[in-house]
């Protein structure tokens, strides 16, 4: 797969366990019971998948790929990315200090924080960094990127983990309909 497409088709399962969470939180806050090891799945994808995976990709290999190009406005909006990716672990950390807790408001809101921001992110990426990626980056500097992809699916991610992951998260829709 294409390395922007790649990008851009690993939006599904975030989006995915954005809704789930969602579902989850309308539950903690309706004071129905949640099992600990739901929410602690869904930290992990969100840590391996979407950060560890997805934003890995971006900020290691893409970004730094654009950001060649010096190109004013592509470089703002990196750097804007970036920024929301750190505000991402920030909630991520927090809804896992809420587990530890056995706080689950605070889970809970972390959790609407990091909807919040993911929705507004994942359109920013999908309406205007991906089309500026697919046509600024050269063929050869894509070819590049796909390669780089597959090195992190293989070696950081992990070999058969992405898929695992993915079934976690259709495990949670089933359960959170």
Not at 11 to 38: D, F, Q, S, T
Not at 63 to 86: C, G, T
């Amino acid at each position: 797969m294409k390395p922007i497409a790649e990008l851009a088709a690993e939006h599904g399962p975030i989006k995915l366990m954005l809704r789930v969470l969602e579902k989850i939180c309308k539950k903690i806050e309706a004071g129905e019971a949640v099992p600990v090891e739901h929410l602690e799945r869904a930290v992990v994808f969100i840590r391996e998948f979407a950060d560890k995976c997805h934003h890995g990709k971006e900020e290691n290999l893409l970004f730094p790929a654009m950001k060649e190009k010096q190109i004013a406005d592509e470089i703002s909006l990196i750097e804007e990315l970036i920024e929301e990716h750190k505000a991402a672990r920030n909630f991520a950390r927090g809804m896992a200090e809420g587990i530890e807790a056995k706080n689950l408001g605070r889970f809970s809101e972390n959790a609407r924080g990091y909807i919040s921001l993911l929705d507004r992110h994942i359109d920013k990426e999908n309406n205007v960094l991906f089309p500026m990626a697919d046509t600024s980056l050269s063929e050869e500097k894509k070819n590049e990127l796909e390669a780089g992809f597959e090195n992190v699916e293989k070696n950081v991610v992990g070999v058969g983990r992405h898929k695992e992951l993915q079934g976690l998260i259709h495990q949670l829709k089933e359960i959170y309909k």
